[in-house]
């Protein structure tokens, strides 16, 4: 059964809601870095070549992080070297400071995102640094990427919850986001890294920033929140949703994160909502079917496993 085959009504958008929402598709890179067996370079190119075609344009693609940390990911640039970009599509890469960049602009890529952390002990564990010293390795990598004329993305991850200190204030997320900001990237994600927020809260993280306008929002999935969250996300003007096909990921540096917000459920509320996103549902869920049969296992995605029977 098709998602046109439902018989869904015909639906009116919400004055309250964009038009049109970005997602931000980070299957190939946050999906797969977390699987506990190395994804073949063949099988990642038709993953994002069937997401493409599906007509998701943001595919974040890879991650220059050292392979010791991210094995996974010790392909990046056979990857990048064996990719065919389809016209409109962007393939961003996450690289983590100054030697990333190095191979990423080597790699020829056009669009970066760089990782920080909203909290301490995540920056410590994560990046081996502390919660200010992160930016001495993030200002360098920032710079030189805006001389090249790379567009930089900045993640800030633990915005709502760490699982080593609990709760984490919003002054502190907005510290940390603001001053990437300021630092020259274009766009900020926001971060639940480990699925514990609630729409009030992330209201309440929202309103503490300047321009929500360059703000995203990546909701994991832990408690079932991740599309209320989005909801009253999109309700505060945000207008790009990181989304992962099939449900795929985690974090492999908090084993508490469960999987990230699957794109096929998002694509089905936002279709339900009038919002458009210009993303063919049906041939996004039989992209996750096939992932799903590759990778040995269903995919978690509700709506997949729905629609796919």
């Given at each position: 059964m098709?998602?046109?085959?439902?018989?869904?009504?015909?639906?009116?958008?919400?004055?309250?809601?964009?038009?049109?929402?970005?997602?931000?598709?980070?299957?190939?890179?946050?999906?797969?870095?977390?699987?506990?067996?190395?994804?073949?370079?063949?099988?990642?190119?038709?993953?994002?070549?069937?997401?493409?075609?599906?007509?998701l344009?943001?595919?974040?693609?890879?991650?220059?992080?050292?392979?010791?940390?991210?094995?996974?990911?010790?392909?990046a640039?056979?990857?990048l070297a064996?990719?065919?970009?389809?016209?409109?599509?962007?393939?961003?890469?996450?690289v983590p400071?100054?030697?990333?960049?190095?191979?990423?602009?080597?790699?020829?890529?056009t669009?970066?995102?760089?990782?920080?952390?909203?909290?301490?002990?995540?920056?410590?564990?994560?990046?081996?640094?502390t919660?200010?010293?992160?930016?001495?390795?993030?200002?360098?990598?920032?710079?030189r990427?805006?001389?090249?004329?790379l567009?930089?993305?900045?993640?800030?991850?633990?915005?709502?919850?760490?699982?080593?200190?609990?709760?984490?204030?919003r002054?502190?997320?907005?510290?940390?986001?603001?001053?990437?900001?300021?630092?020259?990237?274009?766009?900020?994600?926001?971060?639940?890294?480990?699925g514990?927020?609630?729409?009030?809260?992330?209201?309440?993280?929202?309103?503490?920033?300047?321009?929500v306008?360059?703000?995203?929002?990546?909701?994991?999935?832990t408690y079932?929140?991740?599309?209320?969250?989005t909801?009253?996300?999109?309700?505060?003007?945000?207008?790009?949703?990181?989304?992962?096909?099939?449900g795929?990921?985690?974090?492999?540096?908090?084993?508490?994160?469960?999987?990230?917000?699957?794109?096929?459920?998002?694509?089905?509320?936002?279709?339900?909502?009038?919002?458009?996103?210009?993303?063919?549902?049906?041939?996004?869920?039989?992209?996750?079917?096939?992932?799903?049969?590759?990778?040995?296992?269903?995919?978690?995605?509700?709506?997949?496993?729905?629609?796919?029977?």
């Amino acid at each position: 059964m098709g998602a046109r085959d439902v018989g869904l009504p015909d639906v009116v958008g919400s004055a309250s809601l964009p038009s049109r929402v970005t997602i931000w598709e980070v299957g190939a890179r946050d999906g797969l870095q977390n699987e506990s067996v190395v994804v073949p370079v063949a099988v990642k190119l038709e993953f994002l070549d069937r997401l493409a075609a599906a007509g998701l344009s943001v595919l974040e693609a890879t991650s220059f992080v050292h392979p010791k940390w991210v094995p996974q990911l010790a392909d990046a640039a056979e990857l990048l070297a064996g990719l065919s970009p389809r016209p409109g599509v962007v393939y961003p890469v996450l690289v983590p400071n100054e030697r990333g960049l190095d191979r990423a602009l080597e790699a020829g890529v056009t669009h970066i995102a760089i990782f920080a952390s909203a909290t301490e002990t995540f920056a410590s564990r994560n990046l081996n640094r502390t919660l200010d010293s992160q930016f001495e390795m993030f200002e360098p990598t920032v710079s030189r990427a805006l001389a090249a004329g790379l567009d930089v993305r900045g993640y800030v991850s633990m915005c709502f919850g760490d699982p080593w200190e609990g709760p984490v204030a919003r002054s502190q997320v907005v510290a940390v986001g603001e001053r990437l900001l300021e630092m020259g990237c274009s766009q900020l994600s926001l971060g639940d890294t480990i699925g514990v927020a609630t729409p009030g809260q992330v209201e309440s993280l929202l309103e503490g920033f300047r321009d929500v306008s360059r703000l995203a929002v990546h909701f994991h999935d832990t408690y079932g929140q991740a599309l209320s969250n989005t909801l009253a996300a999109l309700r505060c003007g945000v207008t790009t949703v990181d989304s992962s096909a099939g449900g795929l990921g985690g974090c492999p540096y908090a084993e508490s994160a469960t999987g990230n917000l699957a794109t096929e459920d998002l694509v089905w509320m936002l279709d339900g909502l009038g919002v458009e996103t210009g993303v063919d549902l049906d041939k996004l869920v039989e992209t996750s079917v096939w992932m799903a049969e590759q990778l040995g296992r269903p995919s978690p995605s509700r709506v997949v496993r729905a629609l796919s029977k």
